[in-house]
């Protein structure tokens, strides 16, 4: 039986077992990226509620395992060389599972860099993006008088909308085929309309490509759990 002892953040989230894959997470727009993918590929996995509304992040058991004390991040105790390997950054895990697993990234290298390019993408401006639009629109933000913020991400996240927009045009996921790409994004799309409802203020009813393609990603069952992985409690 592999042996997680050495992990100070299994004392506080003990691994009922620890042969499978810990998934350190809350149903967050980042959160649900990692979740989406471990149900996408069938790997076996044990899902951990870190509630960030209690800042349980911060406290040291998690910081032991992700310094920047964000969610999600994984312990997988088969790791390359059949290591435990502990990882953070969603984009990072994503990647690593779709190489552990031959899935959802070509296995073509112009190809395989290109899904990098997206899920990039993803990280460096629609994750930063979306989440200040959301919270200068919907959250304490919304009550500041000044509204050039607001305006700012407004403007960023519309720019960023139309870039999928294009991409989508002609195509049903942002690769050839369902990927990393679209997994990374579908939960910050989806989080503007269901979460931050940001409809209107994005004028994203004048979009077709971006929420057909969001349709399409919800309809798969493996995203439909992924959703609700881990359970709020």
């Not at 294009?166 to 799309?189: E, K, P, Q």
Request: with cysteine.
């Amino acid at each position: 039986m592999a042996d997680l002892s050495s992990f100070p953040i299994t004392k506080t989230w003990p691994a009922a077992n620890p042969e499978v894959i810990q998934l350190y997470s809350f149903p967050t727009p980042n959160g649900v990226k990692v979740s989406i993918m471990l149900e996408e590929t069938g790997l076996a996995y044990e899902p951990h509620a870190v509630n960030i509304m209690k800042n349980e992040t911060w406290d040291a058991p998690f910081l032991s395992l992700n310094p920047n004390g964000k969610i999600p991040a994984i312990i997988d105790p088969n790791g390359p060389g059949g290591k435990p390997l502990a990882l953070f950054e969603s984009g990072a895990i994503l990647i690593y599972l779709a190489e552990k697993t031959g899935q959802f990234i070509s296995a073509d290298p112009a190809k395989r860099y290109e899904t990098i390019s997206w899920v990039m993408f993803q990280m460096a401006a629609v994750g930063p993006m979306f989440g200040q639009l959301g919270f200068f629109h919907k959250f304490a933000g919304k009550d500041f008088e000044d509204k050039r913020p607001r305006d700012r991400f407004v403007a960023e996240s519309k720019r960023l909308l139309g870039v999928l927009e294009t991409r989508l045009s002609g195509r049903d996921y942002i690769m050839d085929d369902y990927s990393i790409a679209d997994i990374a994004l579908i939960g910050w799309v989806r989080a503007l309309t269901v979460f931050y409802g940001a409809e209107e203020i994005l004028d994203y009813g004048s979009l077709s490509n971006v929420p057909a393609w969001l349709e399409r990603c919800v309809a798969r069952p493996a995203v439909q759990r992924g959703l609700d992985i881990p359970a709020r409690g």
